[in-house]
């Protein structure tokens, strides 16, 4: 491959980056908007529920007790 080539290679990948990174902040954007729009105490419990069994999946409950 040519000095070129390689740079036009290097452009191409950064390209993608900014894409991928713009379709993630897209994405968290999105997520954001429907947080703020739940209704909170309609999922409060379902919330905590979901939250405890996470804690219980990561072993971050165990952690706690020390």
Do not use: H
């Amino acid at each position: 491959m040519t000095k070129e080539e390689k740079e036009k290679e290097g452009m191409l990948l950064e390209v993608r980056k900014v894409k991928a990174l713009e379709k993630i902040a897209t994405s968290l954007d999105a997520l954001t908007i429907w947080f703020e729009e739940v209704d909170k105490e309609e999922w409060s419990n379902r919330i905590q529920y979901y939250l405890s069994e996470w804690r219980k999946t990561t072993g971050l409950e165990d952690e706690k007790k020390k």
